[in-house]
């Protein structure tokens, strides 16, 4: 990740707090960088100081997860032999998916296991020579009803593409390649990256031990950015915070 901090009237420096874990600032250029390694949405404090003072913004950062990478279920309409649908999430950009037949719609499709909270799909596409796929990208959690989040009919970039959209819970992500321009290549990808943030995982002891007449605390601690949290039942002694995940009370 590489964020660079913009500024008028000659900054001498340059600050940023509530960065996410993985991430630094370079105080003196205003470069942000860093392999993230939480997920999630963070308001990061970003300033810019000269000989007048600090001027300051808010910066939205939000890391999100490759969902799909790996995963064994992609189907396609066609593929051609060696060029399996797998081939489009594996992490290697030097294998690809490649449509049996020039003709179309083709389509790529992905089974997550589980509804997630998707908000991007990003798209490394084979190209040569100019080569520009129409595309749409639709989810579903049934895999019998799917919804449009992403049409491009006449899309005219050439290479990797990345679309974002308002963040949908789904299990089903397919890619239908609707056409290509010039006309006669085949629908081929290098990776499709099904980006978004997995349901929290508690990673917290499951066991507990408290004392008759004792305060007792337990901490519930979760991974991919769980923003709530919950408990039942609890002896009627103790309680949960939901915002904090911290079980208190006297046993």
């Known amino acids: 990740f590489s964020y660079q901090i913009t500024a008028t009237n000659s900054p001498l420096s340059f600050n940023a707090t509530g960065l996410p874990a993985g991430l630094s600032i370079n105080t003196s250029t205003g470069v942000i960088s860093g392999t993230p390694t939480t997920l999630g949405t963070s308001n990061v404090t970003i300033s810019a100081t000269n000989a007048g003072g600090t001027g300051q913004a808010t910066l939205v950062i939000t890391t999100l997860a490759n969902l799909g990478l790996g995963l064994t ?24 998916w490649t449509a049996s037949g020039g003709a179309y719609p083709q389509w790529w499709q992905i089974d997550l296991g589980s509804s997630d909270n998707i908000s991007r799909v990003d798209i490394n596409w084979y190209s040569n020579a100019s080569r520009a796929y129409g595309y749409k990208i639709d989810v579903s959690n049934d895999n019998a009803t799917f ?36 006309a006669g290549g085949f629908a081929s990808t290098y990776e499709i990256a099904v980006m978004g943030i997995p349901p929290a995982v508690i990673n917290s002891p499951l066991a507990a031990t408290g004392t008759t007449g004792a305060a007792f605390s337990y901490q519930i ?10 408990a039942t039942g609890l002896p009627t002694s103790l309680t949960v915070n939901t ?8 046993t």
């Open 147 to 182: 919804n449009n989040v992403v049409t491009h009919t006449r899309n005219t970039t050439d290479g990797p593409t990345s679309d974002s959209f308002t963040p949908v819970n789904a299990r089903y992500v397919k890619v239908t390649v609707t056409g290509v321009v010039p």
């Open 221 to 230: 601690t979760a991974l991919n950015d769980a923003t709530s949290y919950n």
């Open 73 to 96: 279920t992609p189907t396609a309409s066609s593929f051609q032999a060696g060029s399996s649908p797998t081939n489009a999430n594996d992490g290697n950009t030097s294998t690809r």
């Open 243 to 250: 915002s904090t995940g911290l079980i208190s009370g006297a």
